[in-house]
């Protein structure tokens, strides 16, 4: 079958390739059609060499762990043939730690756990792929077209559930969030915020695109200017670029008692010039809590596939603003000035 695969650590070895086994039976009872796998930035640092793992045994690694398929056969019952699935990406490591070995492998404490696509688990850029039925999430049939969205959303997920848990420490009655970044994360990230009843502010750099149409439909406000330029201190701020200075900015910007999540990755080797003791000083006066947040586990996949039900379908259908064939996948992981999310297509 096709997929599309890596040689882990080496640079540009991304290739479609036509004769990929079968799953075996040891990856999962379910099998599943791939219909479609989205990209993100985790793709293109595999791409470049920079990290990646293939399972023990194989010199290559099937990428793609943001997935959606359709059931072909689950003799457990726990779905039905022609069901929209999609699979959960980190598995618990085998001797899990105390977080691993209750269900939290998101909070994974010694880094032995393993990931579809990323870390010694092949991924779902294939035609067929085998899931374990616990890391099966089942799909509302309406989610067809947008289903692939859900792996990004299980992140944001999250990040809102522990947002909460640590609001919860005292009275709590946040009014304005403020996300940092207009891709994928950031976007869904504020469509969270929404459902949540919020006044929600999304800066980015773009000017012109769908980011600023994206946000307005949502009913938030879009803004270009630097984060110290902002009218407001948010009582929340989901911070999705990863750039330092942003980073350094939000965490200065928060209101009294507020909350900075930081879910984007920075590049590193960068230094910054700033006055650690005035931040510290400002984060401790105030009663304000800087923390991040990567990765879901499964009571997160369920809420975010309860929150991708209620969304409006049109407005996420825009957010998937190519969907390339896996003839033309090369296409696919290059990227464009005006993406946001791209959709490698198996079913056309």
């Not at 920079?50 to 056969?73: C, F, K, M, Q, T």
């Not at 970044?181 to 000017?207: M, S």
């Not at 900015?249 to 590193?268: E, H």
Request: glycine share 10%; proline share 7%; aromatic share 6%.
């Amino acid at each position: 079958m096709r997929a599309v695969t890596v040689t882990p650590g080496v640079a540009n070895s991304l290739r479609l390739i036509d004769d990929q086994p079968e799953p075996a039976a040891e990856e999962g009872a379910i099998l599943v059609e791939a219909l479609a796998v989205g990209i993100c930035g985790t793709d293109h640092e595999i791409i470049s060499g920079e990290y990646g793992e293939a399972p023990p045994g194989a010199d290559r690694l099937v990428i793609g762990h943001e997935s959606l398929g359709r059931v072909l056969e689950d003799p457990t019952g726990t779905l039905q043939p022609g069901d929209l699935v999609a699979g959960i990406v980190r598995y618990p490591d085998p001797e899990p730690c105390p977080n691993c070995a209750v269900g939290e492998w998101d909070m994974c404490r010694n880094g032995l756990y393993t990931e579809h696509g990323i870390k010694a688990l092949h991924g779902f850029a294939r035609d067929r792929w085998r899931i374990q039925p616990r890391f099966a999430v089942g799909l509302d049939p309406a989610l067809t077209k947008v289903g692939v969205l859900l792996e990004p959303t299980s992140v944001v997920a999250k990040a809102w559930d522990h947002i909460e848990r640590i609001g919860h420490r005292a009275e709590w009655q946040p009014q304005t969030v403020l996300v940092t970044g207009a891709g994928p994360i950031g976007l869904l990230a504020a469509l969270l915020a929404t459902q949540r009843g919020l006044a929600v502010h999304v800066l980015d750099r773009a000017t012109e695109g769908p980011k600023p149409e994206l946000v307005a439909a949502l009913g938030a406000t879009y803004h270009t200017v630097p984060v110290n330029d902002l009218p407001f201190e948010p009582d929340v701020v989901v911070e999705c670029t990863g750039a330092p200075t942003v980073v350094i900015d939000v965490m200065c910007k928060a209101a009294p008692t507020g909350i900075v999540c930081l879910a984007g990755v920075s590049s590193g080797g960068r230094s910054i010039d700033f006055d650690a003791g005035a931040l510290n000083r400002a984060l401790v006066l105030e009663n304000n809590v800087v923390f991040g947040s990567v990765n879901a586990n499964r009571r997160h996949w369920d809420l975010a596939a309860q929150s991708l039900t209620r969304a409006d379908q049109g407005w996420l259908t825009s957010l998937i603003t190519r969907r390339v064939p896996v003839a033309g996948y090369a296409e696919a992981y290059t990227a464009g000035p005006d993406d946001i999310k791209v959709v490698l297509d198996f079913a056309s």
